[in-house]
């Protein structure tokens, strides 16, 4: 800093606490427009100061002025307020609290169960919902499904790698959508555990070293590989199947799991072949062998939530846990542009302000009907700033390429500090610290825009989201939500040509480039497309079921690209089987598409229109429409999501701050279910089990909880710092909880349970409630004073009440 109360900077010293910044004074054909950008931002972060004008004498006047400088008299610049007169700012600048990185996630972590400590080398959960989901995953029996929906932040991965550390040499596979992404969890994961071994197998590793890492896997000697979904169900499927027949396959762990609704029918296939692989896996495995499957994902709504519940079943039903809340990250800025030329001069002056990294969305790749990204890449080229581009062509090489570019995992000199994308890029893509999304396009559903939205802000501190919109590209998007289902008519006369295919038992083998006469391109993307889609509609009006066991062959050597290649070629073809007698009747036909079509066209009009009411009313806060939508109703049970709001246009009329919850609910659908060993069921048939002790034994006391541990009892009831807890082993699953925890989610598990009833708790009104409802465990251990009255019936004590009886020193022996 200058002399006292002149809040001069250097260049130097503001790079010092900007990475960023410091890169861009170092990397080559770096512009006047991008370092004005980060030297604006970083000046905002220390309270609006001034740079010298010789710490940049090529920039002119001008340039200075468009990214909101202002020269004082002693000749710096001071960086200014950005107060758009097009935005509803209400006084608050949309770059400052982003450009502070001002924290906006309230930090809720709770105390971590010994395994998970032992497993993960973690003192505390980040949240209850996350302690919720590792407790279910790890108590998840043979075949079981967990979908576990957690916040950004919260710690989804460790949920899978506190079960598959701990039960190595068993294996993992963990399905994950981007290389990038499989490569930052390969180093997490060696950093946990010291080994150097290749766990992520993606198509930039040598020939060699893929087969080494796929053979190593089938061998058994390798515990857990990180994996696209193509490559685990081709290369890699033959060596998954080996590992599930020889029972060493623990756990199939699916990140992001809401792609394989969005992205499983047409973009990337291979995200709902896994559930054809799993299936093959499950019946392959011994039956006391079978692999868990955890989903994982930050968001879920109905559809996607319906397509996971159908396509990865338990055996038993599928456990569902829930701490959905909105984002508190995001401070939402939308304006309306009457013109394309409005958009475009406000996204510049836009561009200027707004703290870097940006992700630039827009809906079109190529078009004359509304901004593409070429247009935005030519806006920027003009304004002088660099970018890299994504869209729905690009090859899974070149989405990780942007991502390292924004992320600064390469060369200074390839550093980029925007990208512009299509909805193909962002998902997946761990980059916790960018800035602001902005939006050339009113995008076709509320998923899209949360889930492109949510790219920023993931480190939980502010960031902006920025939407621009015409009316064109509220046509496009109301266009694209009514296009994606195909009409009955049309319908009838594609599968009128698709049924055609061989049949093999009670499959059909269908190409995908059948035509009837008024198609004039068999062989185009397009006819492909609606066959695929009216295949998809007719699955969704359970008249067909497709097959997804089915894999492409490909090459241990193959590149991202010649994947990608392979799976555009084996997207030509589909085999179904029928469940629908009366595909051959051509009203009955159109009637189920007519019933199902009416039903998806009201959901995606209707996720229209609310994205649409989000950016266009005022009268909401629009974090509370979004908890609203994604509020999931399944079997009558109303799964809430927490409202935290970083702000928008209703809270800043209100003079209303950015609110977090201190509290997000946990929510379960479905039940974790556990057995004791058979050893303890012997000692009671009917699940109740006394143990009576006199006075208190610390080291007994702590024998018997550690071998009941053992032999299968997973929750204890304990009265915090009254009795001594089990001695820790890796392998024994077991957390503690006090009697009111109990009470309050008794139900959340059907696991064995012990309860140590002391003097104190003896005399405590809960305790009857707390028997009543500890006895419907299936199985319960008391562990009580021999003196204790039993709450129930004052003439008689509380071991003789309950069940079978043993004094400890007895039951010692026996376990």
Known sequence: MGPKGMNHFTLRELAADDRRLARRLTGAGVTHAELLVLVRSALVAKDYGAVRRNELPAVTDEEWRVHGFRRRDDGAWQVEHWLPTWLDHCGTPPDEAPSRSLPRRVATKVSADEFYRQSVK????????QRDCVRAVAVAGPGESVICVLPTGSGKTEVVLSRAVRNRPRQTVLVTPTVSLAIDLERRVRDLTGEQLTFAYHGSLPAVEKTAVARAFGDGDQWLIITSPEAACTVLAPHIERSAAEGRLDLIAIDEAHMVAEWGDDFRPAFQMVAGLRNQLLSTAPP????????????????????LFRLFPGPKGTTLITAQATRPEPAWWVAFCTSEEIKRQRFIEACRHLPRPIIVYTTLHSSTRSTTVRDAERWLSEAGIRVST???????RQRAAAADALALRGDPDQDRDVVIATSAFGLGID?????????????????RLYQEVGRAGRDGRASASVVLWTRADEEVAADMADARLIGAEKAWLRWRQLRLGSAVGDRLHIDLSAAHDAVNHPFSDANIYWNTQTLSLMERSGMLELDRSSLPTVPPDASEEEVDQIFAQYRRTATVRLHDGSLTDEAHFKRRIVETRAESKQAGMASFATAAALLRESSLCLNSTLAD?????????????????????????????????????????????????????????????????KGYSPASETELLTRLVGHGIVRLILDTGTVTRPRPAINDIWWHLTPQEFLHDWQQFTLPT?????????????????????????????????????????????????????EIDHILRML
């Open 754 to 806: 012990v309860l140590r009833v002391t003097p104190q708790m003896g005399r405590w009104a809960g305790l009857t409630l707390l028997l009543d409802r500890l006895a419907k465990s299936p199985f319960a251990v008391v562990v009580t004073p021999e003196e204790q009255l039993s709450p129930h019936d004052d003439r008689l004590l509380l071991h003789e009440n309950w069940g079978v009886t043993y």
């Open 122 to 129: 973690f003192d505390e959960y980040t949240t209850v919902g």
């Open 288 to 307: 006391s062998r079978m692999p868990r499957t955890v989903m994982l994902t930050g968001t879920l709504d109905k559809y996607a939530a319906d397509a």
């Open 431 to 447: 980059i916790p610290s960018v800035r602001s999304v902005v939006h050339l396009c009113l995008p076709e559903s509320v998923d």
């Open 390 to 396: 994504v869209t729905g062509s690009s090859s899974l």
């Open 629 to 693: 939508y994604y509020g999931i109703n399944i079997g009558g049970d109303l799964l809430a999501v927490a409202t935290q709001c970083g702000g928008c246009q209703k809270c800043r009329l209100s003079g209303r701050s950015p609110r977090q919850s201190k509290t997000v609910s946990v929510m379960k659908l479905g039940n974790s279910r556990r057995e004791a060993s058979p050893a303890l069921r012997r000692l009671a048939s009917t699940g109740r089990l006394a143990v009576r002790v």
